[in-house]
């Protein structure tokens, strides 16, 4: 188990760049992938991006592909989502999540950070 603690949210304009941060604690945290969620208000959680455990096989769901990047560091424990080009659509709390193995959906990850808030203005 680990546990995950998200930053970098905030209030950005459309076009503007925003970088997340899920720092871990755990000495293991090197063997779980990590992914990326986010929740609009009224909707569900939905997937954003992922990462394996060895800092490969980047997923994007279509609707950020091409602008959003995920990394990791893990000298630092810590997992990034690069977010440029936001857009109004992209308003949501945005949660990560790690697992031993690397998947698409919300069951599939057992650790859980708390969300932190992203607002795009229009």
């Known amino acids: 188990q680990v546990q995950l603690v998200e930053s970098g949210g905030g209030l950005v304009q459309a076009g503007g760049s925003l970088r997340l941060s899920c720092a871990a604690s755990g000495r293991t945290f090197s063997s779980y992938c990590v992914g990326w969620f986010r929740q609009a208000p009224g909707k569900e959680r939905e997937f954003v991006a992922s990462?394996?455990?060895?800092?490969?096989?980047?997923q994007y769901a279509d609707s950020v592909k091409g602008r959003f990047t995920i990394s990791r560091d893990d000298a630092k424990n810590t997992v990034y989502l690069q977010m440029n080009s936001l857009e109004p659509e992209d308003t949501a709390v945005y949660y990560c999540?790690?697992?031993?193995?690397?998947?698409?959906?919300?069951?599939?990850?057992?650790?859980w950070g708390q969300g932190t808030q992203v607002t795009v203005s229009s």
């Open positions: 999540a790690a697992h031993p193995l690397q998947g698409w959906y919300v069951h599939e990850y057992d650790d």
């Open positions: 990462i394996n455990s060895r800092g490969g096989n980047p």
